[in-house]
């Protein structure tokens, strides 16, 4: 099973501030997703990286993927109440098993008005 | 409108007692894969099917048994349930199993006591 590591767990933050998440691994994705996930609700996806060093900007969320395709991360610039959420990350391996899908634990944040 | 259904929503049954949770999509999408979601541990992928008659374990596929007979649907069973099985189960698809965004459903509860 291969592991992936993503940081901070929980998260709370004021209005306005800027927060980023990590998502890390030992080993290489094919590819990497964003999801975010609402209680009671099963997760949406954010944003799909492929290439290494590939920046993708959605509003006000900045998604990056590694240049060595090992790790991720997501900045929220002036946070809103509206981002409060669970954000997972989730990758695809180089390799055998490549359909299978890992995801990491999850960031919970809570923005405060 | 496109979705994935799951059903039942809520279940509470007893140990040993075989149970089935269904999970249809109408959007000919060939990948289909259920997760179980715990607190601590994130989502983590039970099985997933490429698509008709083609399945594959991911994570934690001990106690359960999925099977794709028809596109649309992927029914997860519990032959002989546990409380250890106690969690949010999440059934999704993707156009196909590559980087595709995946599609959740709402999530089925199942309390096993």
């Known amino acids: 099973t291969q592991l992936l590591e993503q940081s901070p767990q929980f998260l709370s933050i004021q209005e306005g501030e800027n927060l980023t998440v990590y998502c890390n691994s030992s080993?290489?994705?094919?590819?990497l997703q964003w999801y975010r996930q609402e209680p009671g609700e099963g997760p949406v996806l954010l944003v799909t990286?492929?290439?290494?060093?590939e920046v993708k900007k959605l509003k006000r969320l900045t998604f990056q993927f590694g240049d060595a395709r090992k790790d991720s991360s997501l900045h929220i610039t002036a946070a809103q109440p509206g981002d409060t959420g669970l954000y997972l990350c989730?990758?695809?391996?180089?390799?055998?098993?490549?359909?299978?899908?890992?995801f990491g634990k999850g960031t919970k944040l809570s923005v405060i008005p | 409108e496109a979705q994935v259904t799951q059903n039942p929503r809520y279940l509470i049954t007893v140990t040993g007692k075989k149970l089935t949770v269904t999970c249809s999509q109408n959007?000919?999408?060939?990948?289909m894969s259920w997760y179980r979601q715990d607190p601590g541990l994130g989502l983590r992928q039970i099985y997933y099917?490429?698509?008709?008659?083609?399945?594959d374990k991911g994570d934690v596929p001990e106690g359960y048994k999925v099977s794709r007979k028809e596109k649309r649907n992927f029914p997860l069973i519990l032959e002989s349930p546990s409380p250890n099985q106690t969690s949010l189960y999440f059934c999704?698809?993707?156009?196909?199993?590559?980087?595709?965004?995946?599609?959740f459903g709402d999530g089925t509860r199942l309390s096993i006591l």
């Open positions: 959007m000919n999408h060939e990948y």
């Open positions: 989730a990758g695809r391996y180089s390799g055998a098993g490549s359909y299978q899908l890992t």
């Open positions: 999704a698809s993707s156009l196909r199993g590559d980087y595709q965004p995946q599609h």
């Open positions: 099917s490429m698509n008709v008659e083609v399945t």
């Open positions: 990286v492929v290439t290494g060093g």
């Open positions: 080993s290489v994705f094919s590819s």
